[in-house]
């Protein structure tokens, strides 16, 4: 049993959550500045109930909290995005973030070391060279040398001596972790996004008003290829207004095409977002298309620019589609459709009405994820099937549109609480929802949202919601129905139960 209360850390807080491209591996920052990676189990035979977990597979710190002297600003350590590279040897490589330094981090396995050194002893000292001596019994391999040694100016003698060749034996396997390259000094503003190229050599980074791109080989200069700023030395395009009080909007999110690496959409706190093509020009400070849905004017309200403010988009796997999410919806974008989404989802439009409350609470500010499944299905017919996107809902909701009737079951890593959430389906009606309790393997059951009106048994009223307790992270496997959900200091990995029972 897991215990009923717990206090959570602030440093503890999950901030991050992110699969590497097999979905072998699994890693999540917190707000600690630590890095966790997860490894997948193999499947056994033997031991079925166990098949597939994800296990604690290295632990490092990634940040540290530092001071700007100059602008008297402290700049906290926790992890703002992390990012994979694709594999390319042994080794695995990512990226992290904190507000302004971005990390390259090299991981790797070694379950093997060196022994039989003869300068050296067992701790890495160095010998007495008078000590090495035959060692012709030894099971090592060895080689005779004949040495001319000066003792002194005037006498010199012949040393016969065997050395040993140094042997890789096997050793309990070891994981290390060692930064790469530091990519600092280059962002004024909050990083809130970085996205690895398809080309594997440059990635991006955002924060609130400029986009930089870099080589993973170059730490000491970036690449400006959008900076909302006025045009300025270096031909940095810059489209700052010269009163800060005339901007009106910021970068919110900005992501690399999965296959052309010419191509980046990055989103604002407008609601808009923008496809630009570095090949028309170095700094896309233009451009190539602008997907904008119109505003309903009946919708208007004093909260309309806050809750259209986009927090996350993805390309789909295809590179096809755009997936964003703002504060109550979650819209599918097509790259040859700039007019309007093709699809348009509420994921709780049931909060219209609490929109005051959250916005003296603060939860109105809230920023949530959304992410694509490996499949790239749009939309299924009649029974609600998208088997699509994971989406993170206030109040402890996770709205889930690959609605079918297959149970799913949840794992849980480091649960502190007796209860965990609800699990949002919304399948035919979209206020469907499941509660989870705290045991490892549970299959999730539906349960109902309801705003008012006649309440069935297990309906949750919509003013009992607890906004203080919410989703904000979220990855979803990229080859399989296994999503991986963070809520404070905990971590649940969700499998679709049909799925794993196959396997």
């Known amino acids: 049993m897991f215990p009923s209360f717990c206090v959570c850390l602030s440093a503890d807080i999950i901030s991050t959550v992110e699969f590497n491209q097999t979905g072998e591996l699994l890693a999540t920052g917190d707000k600690g500045g630590r890095v966790v990676i997860f490894q997948r189990e193999p499947e056994s035979k033997n031991e079925p109930c166990c098949q597939g977990e994800y296990n604690v597979y290295s632990t490092f710190q990634s940040h540290e909290p530092e001071f700007d002297y100059l602008k008297s600003l402290e700049i906290e350590e926790k992890i703002n995005k992390i990012r994979w590279l694709p594999q390319q040897n042994a080794a695995h490589f990512l990226l992290s973030t904190n507000d302004k330094t971005i990390k390259l981090w090299k991981v790797s396995e070694r379950d093997k070391r060196p022994e039989g050194y003869n300068l050296k002893d067992e701790e890495g000292r160095m010998k007495d060279l008078s000590t090495v001596t035959s060692l012709q019994g030894s099971s090592t391999a060895v080689l005779r040398i004949t040495k001319l040694c000066h003792v002194s100016p005037h006498r010199t003698f012949l040393l016969n001596a065997f050395i040993e060749v140094p042997v890789l034996k096997p050793m309990d396997l070891m994981v290390e972790v060692s930064p790469r390259r530091i990519f600092a000094n280059a962002h004024t503003y909050h990083v809130n996004s970085i996205s690895v190229n398809s080309d594997c050599e440059t990635y991006m980074s955002a924060d609130d008003l400029r986009i930089n791109l870099w080589h993973l080989a170059i730490t000491d200069r970036s690449f400006s290829i959008l900076c909302p ?25 900005a992501e690399f095409h999965p296959h052309h690496c010419n191509l980046f959409v990055y989103s604002s706190s407008k609601g808009t977002l923008r496809l630009c093509d570095m090949r028309a020009s170095a700094l896309c400070d233009k451009h190539s298309k602008l997907f904008e849905e119109p505003e309903d004017p009946n919708n208007r309200s004093f909260f309309s620019e806050i809750i259209s403010s986009i927090s996350d988009v993805k390309f789909s796997h295809s590179g096809r589609y755009l997936l964003t ?26 909060l219209r009405s609490k929109l005051c409350s959250l916005y003296e609470n603060d939860c109105i500010f809230d920023k949530f994820e959304c ?23 206030p109040l ?23 209860n965990l959430f609800l699990f949002h389906l919304g399948a035919e009606r979209p206020n469907q929802a499941l509660q989870c309790y705290s045991k490892p393997r549970a299959v999730l059951k539906p349960r109902r949202v309801c705003t008012g009106g006649k309440r069935r048994k297990d309906d949750i009223s919509v003013d009992s919601l607890d906004f203080t307790k919410k989703i904000l992270h979220t990855a979803w496997h990229p080859a399989q129905n296994i999503i991986a959900i963070a809520a404070t200091n905990n971590l649940y990995i969700f499998q679709d139960k049909v799925n794993s029972e196959v396997h």
């Open 229 to 253: 700023l006025r045009i300025s030395d270096g031909n940095i395009v810059d489209i700052k207004p010269a009163n800060m009080e005339e901007l009106t909007e910021v970068i919110t999110a």
């Open 325 to 350: 999410r703002d504060y109550l919806t979650v819209k599918v974008w097509d790259l040859n459709m700039e007019n309007k989404p093709i699809e348009t989802y509420q994921v709780h439009d049931y």
């Open 371 to 393: 992410a694509w499944n490996g499949t790239d299905r749009l939309r299924g017919i009649r029974n609600g099937l998208t088997e699509r996107l994971g989406i993170y809902e």
């Open 396 to 418: 402890s909701f996770f709205s889930l549109r690959e609605l079918t009737a297959k149970p799913w079951e949840v794992w849980i890593i480091n649960s502190i609480s007796e």
